[in-house]
């Protein structure tokens, strides 16, 4: 009798998968994740894709839409390359954010790997896209489906009325600055609707026919000449360009002066997909940890109510582990740190030490440790953290001596490695600080800014890149992008490096000389 | 409730928009490969897939990015086991070291993707200027005629063979004993006289037994169908394709020195579009390979193109040779043949004389089509602007070009000129049609 009950409390038992199985387990996940973690999610949509589909997602950076473009051709070869020669699997999901949060699931995977990616995506990840205040402040869930639908059909318009090659020629420029197309600082503007788009189109090719420096009628000023003036001119010049500006792409598309109202709408595109990915960027420990977090705390919720059986559990917990799994730097399949590990290390350290602190961690964490409440942590730190800030805050001496991370100091003219703080007592600090550093993208990114154009005299537009710690940028790649800058810009642009310490120039670089 | 979408029957190949954009880009990168293919590859090879590096050139997508040479960064790698701080270690060999980004490591090299057979044919055809029409035609897939094959469980209602259908529904009918209209006539009419008789118990008893037998039997009736779906077959058809004439193509080539590598490049590429028009037009295409100096040779396709062989310039035993193997192997009455010879026309000057004779008496009577092409220099093309001067061997065929409708001559100095050589062959298309 008692095998009877437990065999049908049971969500699903075989590894086939049904959309009733489907429902009936992500309802029960559903509800523990809501009453267990307090989670709070968009409504989901779940998809159910084959392989050949995850390979067209994956092309297209993960968007269920996007415009066309040889770049993600070429990387769908790629792709498809590498899984055809089972040399990588796909992933066995790909999470949206958006609202109602899009789910993909292949149809390859067994119904516990279903159950796996229902909790660590629909839950997980969905969780994280509602309530994490970058996700809140700087993407727009509501408006992003119907904005790559409005710039899919709009770049197919293009093509057809100006030709493939104009089109694609301003979409590799615009791609070669998706990086420095991002606003780092002030919270980007509201994705607008289809009407109040079109509205400003419009207004926008009007003003472009109609507006002629020619009708300026005030009187130029009568202090040219004294050098005093000269500064002030120059002073006044940046303010009405909003000078220095960090997000290239912006500058471009606001005040190039070759470019058609198509071209501008093109570039805005670019930026604002850029921009939208910008979040996830920042995020990506805290992001998949916290999805980690959740699957693995639901999964066994689910276990020990008796709701899975021990084989879907242990294929669950394969693959969990197969997740989470981080090599040693010196291990040939080392290639960096393991977001899924760390993200889920910390929190579940976050747990320990509400729960069972040590001495240690009383004096680390004095705020939280022992409280016992660490689903108010947590849901505190999803919400209001990114990678730089949740590590800064929250790695702990234990979870450093678990890892036992150390810190390699790298000059490039120095024929040694130097290791500079180990997992002791003088390391932790360092170490932490090391490591979120290492997760802050507006410091590990190279930082470009338009500092000066002059518009009424040659047109000439001036980069600055503010080189920190001798970093330089790669010569190469770097005249390539010049050249993608110049045919946006379509006058001469050069590029200072200046050191961000001591102001010093160290090099020029103009594409006159490209 | 989450909403559930079953995407699996979306249309495919969402991103086919994006390779062919990309295959546009990588244009000249891929023509090089297919070019590559088409010179160290078999003639007949280049009708199918080809797989084909994924090229660098004019596909980078450059960013501002870090250079790895210049300044001081740190590095927070897991696992240390013997390191203290302040500890010195060596950096590997050639710089990068840790932590590169993935993606960059992987030698873009080792990727190769399949090239599907029209896009190679374009990639081919790209600088041979055919016209399209042409194009359409070579790159046509042979047309098919549905045959009889059997039968199958499923197929188009139009499709039904009616006799096998009822023979399977006959056969189940009797294997699960499905009562026949008879025995139900017979119950019935038993019930019908019973019942004309005057009625007493028995006569009753009898009558309601006899009716039961009868709602069985209908009740049986009913539940085995007398055509079932499991019965039906329909007849299978198999596309075949429709039969064509064999044909047989004589590559005739001169490897003497004077013939280098530029040469035997635009010979090859020649005798590859050659083929490729045969093959559309014949079920099945034989390949002779005949090479001379002064004296001729059947080989293999490999030792045709890559093996030279010293010797002076006689052409006429190349025609003998190709003579004496159709003779031998191939009656003109079973295969349409054609003939390429490709040279420098470099020829003794008696010879000539021998090659008309030989042409014109035996070998044009038995040949669909004889073309022949000289490879000249560039530079030369200026020169020899009117047919009438040229080679040894040019002058002797000016002589046969005349007479036979089917001998065509060119020079050749570019991919580009090969195209006319085959004008005439395309214009006779039609006549070919019908007569195939």
């Not at chain 1, 509400?354 to 947590?378: V, Y």
């Not at chain 2, 047989?248 to 028009?277: I, N, P, T, W």
């Amino acid at each position: 009798m008692v095998s009877q009950a437990r065999k049908s409390a049971l969500l699903f038992s075989g590894s086939d998968w049904d959309f009733n199985k489907l429902s009936r387990v992500y309802e029960e996940i559903e509800a523990i994740g809501r009453e267990e973690l307090r989670l709070d999610i968009y409504p989901v949509q779940m998809e159910i894709i084959s392989s050949e589909q995850m390979l067209d997602a994956y092309s297209s950076i993960g968007m269920p839409l996007m415009y066309r473009h040889w770049s993600f051709g070429k990387r769908f070869l790629y792709d498809e390359l590498l899984y055809r020669k089972g040399a990588r699997g796909l992933a066995y999901e790909i999470v949206i954010n958006s609202n109602p949060c899009i789910v993909y699931l292949m149809e390859e995977n067994t119904m516990a790997l279903q159950a796996l990616v229902t909790a660590h995506a629909a839950l997980g990840h969905n969780h994280f896209f509602k309530n994490n205040h970058l996700f809140r402040q700087w993407t727009d869930a509501g408006g992003i489906l119907s904005y790559l639908d409005f710039a899919k059909s709009y770049i197919a318009r293009c093509e057809e009325r100006h030709g493939l090659a104009a089109v694609e020629a301003i979409l590799d420029s615009a791609h070669a600055l998706m990086e420095q197309g991002v606003f780092r600082y002030h919270r980007p503007p509201k994705l607008s609707s289809e009407q109040q788009r079109e509205g400003l189109r419009e207004r926008l090719e009007y003003e472009e026919r109609s507006f002629s420096d020619l009708w300026r009628t005030l009187p130029p000023s009568q202090a040219k000449g004294k050098p005093e003036a000269e500064e002030e001119i120059l002073a006044e010049r940046k303010k009405s360009l909003n000078l220095p500006e960090e997000n290239l792409l912006y500058f471009l598309e606001k005040n190039s002066l070759i470019l058609e109202p198509w071209q501008r709408e093109i570039v805005r595109i670019v930026r604002v997909i850029a921009q939208y990915f910008y979040p996830q960027r920042q995020t990506q420990v805290m992001n998949e940890g916290c999805a980690t977090f959740v699957h693995y705390t639901l999964m066994n919720t689910l276990f020990d109510r008796g709701r899975l059986n021990e084989g879907a559990m242990l294929e669950i917990l394969r693959n969990h582990s197969n997740v989470i799994f981080q090599p040693a730097y010196d291990d040939p399949r080392f290639s960096g740190i393991n977001p899924y590990a760390l993200g889920l290390d910390m929190m579940q350290d976050i747990q320990r030490i509400s729960t069972a602190p040590t001495a240690e961690d009383r004096d680390w964490f004095p705020d939280i440790a022992g409280r016992g409440d660490w689903r108010d942590t947590l849901l505190d730190a999803w919400a209001n953290h990114r990678d730089e800030s949740f590590i800064r805050q929250y790695l702990s001496p234990t979870l450093i001596r678990k890892w036992r991370l150390f810190v390699l100091a790298d000059g490039a003219d120095e024929p040694h490695y130097e290791v500079a703080s180990i997992h002791n007592e003088r390391g932790y600090a360092k170490i932490r600080s090391a490591l979120a550093q290492s997760y802050d993208i507006g410091a590990s990114r190279p930082d470009i800014q338009v500092v000066d154009v002059d518009l009424l005299g040659d047109r000439h537009l001036r980069l600055q890149h503010k080189v920190k710690d001798g970093v330089m940028l790669e010569g190469q790649s770097r005249d390539a992008t010049l050249r993608h800058i110049r045919n946006l810009w379509g006058y001469d642009v050069s590029l200072a490096a200046i050191d961000a310490g001591t102001g010093a120039l160290l090099s020029e670089r103009w594409t006159k000389e490209l | 409730m989450p909403i559930f979408i079953d995407r699996r029957l979306n249309p495919k190949d969402k991103s086919l928009g994006n390779r062919q954009r990309f295959l546009r880009r990588a244009r000249e990168d891929l023509k090089r490969s297919i070019r590559d293919k088409v010179r160290a590859g078999g003639i007949a090879d280049l009708d199918r897939e080809h797989a084909v590096p994924i090229p660098r050139k004019g596909t980078g997508e450059p960013t501002f990015g870090d250079d790895k040479e210049s300044g001081r960064r740190q590095h927070i790698l897991p696992g240390n086991r013997t390191f203290s701080p302040g500890d010195l270690i060596d950096k590997p060999g050639g710089g990068g070291g840790y932590g590169s980004a993935p993606g960059t490591t992987e030698s873009e090299d080792d990727f190769r993707f399949v090239l599907s057979r029209e896009e190679v044919l374009d990639l081919f055809f790209e600088d041979l200027e055919l016209p399209d029409l042409v194009k359409l035609s070579l790159k046509q897939i042979l047309s098919f005629k549905p045959r009889r094959a059997g039968f199958a469980a499923s197929g188009a209602p139009t499709n039904i063979n009616v006799g096998r259908t009822m023979r399977n529904s006959h056969g189940r009918r009797i294997a699960l004993r499905r009562p026949k209209q008879a025995e139900v006539d017979a119950v019935a009419q038993q019930i019908a006289e019973l019942e004309s008789r005057p009625p007493d118990a028995k006569t009753r008893e009898r009558i309601e037994a006899l009716r039961e037998e009868l709602d069985r039997l209908e009740r049986r009736r009913r539940r085995i169908a007398y055509v079932d779906p499991v019965d039906i077959r329909f007849n299978r058809f198999d596309p075949q394709p429709r039969p064509n004439a064999s044909a047989v193509m004589f590559c005739l080539m001169d490897v003497s020195g004077s013939m280098g590598e530029r040469e035997k490049d635009l010979a090859k590429r020649f005798f590859v579009l050659l083929h490729l028009f045969l093959t559309r037009r014949y079920e099945r295409t034989e390949i002779v390979f005949i090479r001379h100096t002064h004296e001729a040779k059947e080989v293999d396709e490999h030792t045709f193109f890559y093996h030279t062989q010293s010797g002076g310039t006689v052409v006429s035993t190349a025609l003998e040779e190709m003579h004496r193997i159709i003779e031998e192997r191939y009656p003109a009455s079973e295969w349409n043949i054609y003939a390429a010879q490709a040279s420098d026309g470099d020829n003794f000057a008696t010879d000539s004389e021998r090659c008309i004779e030989l042409l014109d008496r035996k070998l044009m009577r038995l040949c669909q089509y004889f073309a022949y092409v000289e490879i000249i220099d560039e530079r030369e093309s200026h020169i020899f602007g009117s047919t009438e001067n040229g080679t040894s061997l040019w002058r002797a065929y000016n002589a046969v070009d005349g007479k036979w409708p089917n001998f065509q001559m060119r020079r050749i100095a570019a991919p580009a000129d090969i195209y006319p050589v085959f004008r005439e062959l395309f214009a006779r298309q039609p006549d070919l049609r019908k007569s195939a």
